[in-house]
């Protein structure tokens, strides 16, 4: 792993982006918010689900990164002890319980995350209909993308099947973030990260200047 000198984890390629796009906006902003629902029907077992999520949580790094400034650096660590809720919500009595759920998740999602502090991920449950569930789950991009929350889910699910059958959780667990970030490393030393620096460089040089807003009105 790619360690600073004082201490802590550099960020990879693609968090860093995302980092330097968020500090340059004006003010806090929800816009890296990577937000979904699952609909879940049968007779879920509520706690069991809260356990299974902590437990896979608990495999899982990049929910537990936090981020700090190493002077003009922005570094990361693991904070494993941080706490975290579930929040649950039984909305099946609302007299629209689908926009209930909806109403609470779409303001969550409007919120922005504070990348120094966190947290920087959220899971609820709903329960909107005796049998009919809705699980929400929000985080930062700069610590999970598209592809790992559905990774992310598939191993949920894994271990509530397991917990609900008695035994404990098998299969393979989350990689740790170590592996992203040597992979990050060993891919800015080949050769290919150099061939596509200078092809992207290329294309960004052959593309017109960028539009701005001007407050000069146009003329007539």
């Known amino acids: 792993m790619a360690m600073s000198e004082r201490g802590g984890l550099e960020l990879t390629g693609g968090q860093r982006g995302v980092w330097h796009a968020e500090q340059s906006s004006s003010g806090a902003s929800p816009v890296y918010n990577i937000g979904v629902y699952l609909e879940i029907h049968g007779d879920l077992d509520v706690d069991v689900f809260e356990a299974a999520l902590r437990h896979t949580v608990s495999e899982l ?12 650096a922005p570094r990361q660590y693991i904070d494993k002890d941080a706490e975290w809720p579930i929040h649950v919500f039984d909305v099946s009595d609302a007299a629209d319980p689908e926009a209930e759920a909806g109403n609470w ?3 969550d999602m409007g919120r922005p995350a504070d990348l120094f502090h966190g947290p920087l991920f959220l899971e609820a449950l709903f329960k909107v209909a005796p049998s009919r569930f809705f699980w929400y789950r929000r985080c930062h991009h700069i610590v999970m993308d598209g592809a790992g929350g559905a990774i992310f889910a598939s191993r949920v699910a894994e271990v509530y099947t397991a917990m609900l059958e008695g035994s404990w959780p098998s299969g393979q667990p989350l990689e740790p973030f170590s592996v992203l ?3 990050d490393l060993t891919y800015r030393d080949s050769p ?3 061939r596509d620096r200078e092809f992207w460089c ?3 040089s052959a593309l017109p200047p960028a539009a701005h807003m001007t407050a000069r009105r146009a003329g007539r």
Do not use: P, Q
């Open 192 to 194: 290919d990260f150099t």
């Open 105 to 107: 998740m779409l303001a």
């Open 202 to 204: 290329d294309v960004v």
């Open 61 to 72: 790094d990049v929910y537990s990164l936090r981020f700090y400034m190493d002077g003009e």
């Open 181 to 183: 970030l040597d992979s």
